[in-house]
Structure formats: structure tokens, C-alpha cells
């Protein structure tokens, strides 16, 4: 069976430092992969998804990064936090199409 | 560009009543619909989801949804509410582009359950 992993659970960072999230898909090749952003009362936004190894797409601009540096790693960047890069930060893969999205237990950051 | 619409943010329900959340969509072609639920600092589980075919689709946990298209609409229910249901749920909907498959999500609603 499939799992996704999603790592820390919870991250308390200082403005101005850097980020790394990591998530791993196993029991599956060639998922697409996506980083999702949840802030209170406004659902979950779209961050970054991946059809494939070193493609990743931007849906919004922003102080984050992703990359995919193996077929069922997705990783989650900032250089610099901002106090609004603050949120609960979900990772989802799915199938190549029409299909849903199985997502991990999500990282509750919270930058000081 | 497709938008869910989840008018009701929080709803509170006596245990054992009838629970109806709504969820309007808008999309161009022929949607694909689902309803996640989301317990506190946990990820997001399918309860359900509409591809095609019969229009009324049973989920886990005692849901259902029902697709009508006239109204743009899959408003999820389920008959008898248990204190267990207490979560936010959010509605989405999925399109193909780029040679990916995103998800749109509503804003979702909170569910409180009265013992």
C-alpha cells in the first residue's frame, strides 16, 4: 500500500532563517506531488506541484521554494522566513490524473 | 478559472441529527468532486468522490453527496451525526492542466457536534 511522510510535525523557526520540509511517498512511482498551505479560515492554498523529477510548477509567488529531487521526494525551501510564512503546511501526491489526493499529516510552522 | 464556494464556515448539530453541508463549485466542463475531512493538527482523509455515474455517491463514516449539476452543487449529508464527527471538512474540486491534476478547495467548515 501507498504511504506519504511528512516531516517535522511542528517547526518553530526565527524570521530571517531557513526552511527544509521533507516529504516521501512510498509504494508508488512517478506520483505527482503537491505542497499545500492551510491559514486559519481560508482553506487550503496551492503552493507548488510536481509531475516529475526537477519539474515543479509555482502557483503563486512567494518566499518558498520546492524541489523534487528523486521521484518520490518533495521538499518544501526558504532562504529567508518571513513572520507570514507561519501556517500548516500539508503534502499530497496522487496518481498521474482524475484521481484523489492522499495527504500527510501536515507541519504546523510557526516563525517568532 | 474553478472556485469552490462552502458558504457555511461553522455549523454546530445536536448528536443524532441530520447534518447537510453545502458546496457550489464553479467549473467549465465536467467536474470532479470530493469531500475531505480534517481533524485538528491532522491531515486531510477522503470521505468521498464524484467521477461519474450515479449522482447520489456513499463515502465512509455513514456520508453521502449527492452531484447536481443544475445547481453546480454536491452538498454532503449524512442522516445521524455521532460526537466523532466533530472536524472541519472542505469540498474541492479537480481539474487537468499543465500536464498535472490540481485540487481547488472551498474554504471549509467547521463542525461542532452538541452531545
Known amino acids: 500500500s501507498q504511504t506519504i511522510h511528512q516531516w517535522p510535525a511542528t517547526l518553530v523557526q526565527p524570521v530571517g532563517s531557513p526552511l527544509s520540509l521533507e516529504c516521501t511517498v512510498e509504494?508508488?512511482?512517478?506520483?505527482?506531488l503537491y505542497w499545500y498551505r492551510q491559514a486559519a479560515g481560508r482553506g487550503l492554498q496551492l503552493l507548488f506541484y510536481s509531475i516529475g523529477i526537477d519539474q515543479i510548477s509555482s502557483e503563486v509567488p512567494q518566499n518558498l521554494s520546492a524541489s523534487r529531487p528523486q521521484d518520490r521526494q518533495f521538499i518544501l525551501s526558504s532562504k529567508k522566513l518571513l513572520l507570514s510564512d507561519s501556517g500548516f503546511y500539508l503534502c499530497?501526491?496522487?496518481?498521474?490524473?482524475?484521481?484523489?489526493?492522499?495527504f500527510g499529516q501536515g507541519t504546523r510552522l510557526t516563525v517568532v | 478559472a474553478q472556485s469552490v464556494t462552502q458558504p457555511d464556515i461553522h455549523i454546530t448539530v445536536s448528536e443524532g441529527a441530520s447534518l447537510e453541508l453545502r458546496c457550489n463549485y464553479s467549473y467549465g466542463a465536467t467536474p470532479y468532486l470530493f469531500w475531505y475531512v480534517q481533524s485538528p493538527g491532522q491531515g486531510l482523509q477522503l470521505l468521498l468522490k464524484?467521477?461519474?455515474?450515479?449522482?447520489l455517491v456513499q463515502g465512509i463514516k455513514g456520508f453521502e453527496a449527492e452531484f447536481k449539476r443544475s445547481q453546480s452543487s454536491f452538498n454532503l449529508r449524512k442522516p445521524s451525526v455521532h460526537w466523532s464527527d466533530a472536524a472541519e471538512y472542505f469540498c474541492a474540486v479537480a481539474y487537468s492542466g499543465a500536464g498535472s491534476y490540481q485540487l481547488t478547495f472551498g474554504k471549509g467548515t467547521k463542525l461542532s457536534v452538541i452531545p
Open positions: 509504494g508508488t512511482s512517478n506520483p505527482n
Open positions: 464524484y467521477f461519474s455515474g450515479d449522482t
Open positions: 499530497a501526491w496522487t496518481r498521474t490524473s482524475n484521481t484523489e489526493a492522499f
